[in-house]
């Protein structure tokens, strides 16, 4: 990551999400039903909410892989689910269970994806919605 540009893979962090990071606000939240309602997962394993230093290493190689190889094929031309050289995760909330930004839409203001068990689905329209739905009184 270059860290004067806060940017993973070329890809710019929303500086909400810096901000919540330097700040200490980027954690999992303290309540399991607050998980359960922005997410939709009943079962999180071990939910981590990546720190600038942790999100190069957990997203060095994602641009490399394929979007057949990862995250479901390409239909008609146009990526299904996540395109991985579009999108950075930013945390999980367990194995096989992250949580990305999704890049194809906007590149300033990239939406908000998860992968449950029925594939990915968007959890909020930017890292602003996100940090709202997240805000544990805990």
Do not use: C
Not at 47 to 75: C, I, K, T
């Amino acid at each position: 990551m270059d860290i004067a540009e806060n940017s993973i893979n070329g890809l710019p962090l929303p500086p909400p999400l810096v901000t919540a990071i330097q700040g200490g606000r980027w954690r999992p939240p303290g309540d399991p039903e607050l998980i359960r309602e922005v997410f939709g997962e009943s079962e999180p394993e071990r939910p981590q909410f990546y720190d600038l230093a942790s999100m190069e290493p957990q997203n060095r190689r994602l641009p490399e892989r394929s979007v057949r190889e990862v995250y479901g094929e390409v239909v008609n031309g146009r990526s299904v689910g996540l395109d991985p050289r579009r999108a950075v995760f930013i945390g999980d909330l367990g194995t096989d269970m992250p949580i990305a930004l999704d890049y194809r839409h906007s590149i300033s203001d990239p939406r908000v994806l998860y992968l449950s068990g029925d594939g990915w689905v968007q959890v909020a329209e930017n890292v602003q919605e996100l940090l709202r739905k997240l805000d544990d009184p805990a």
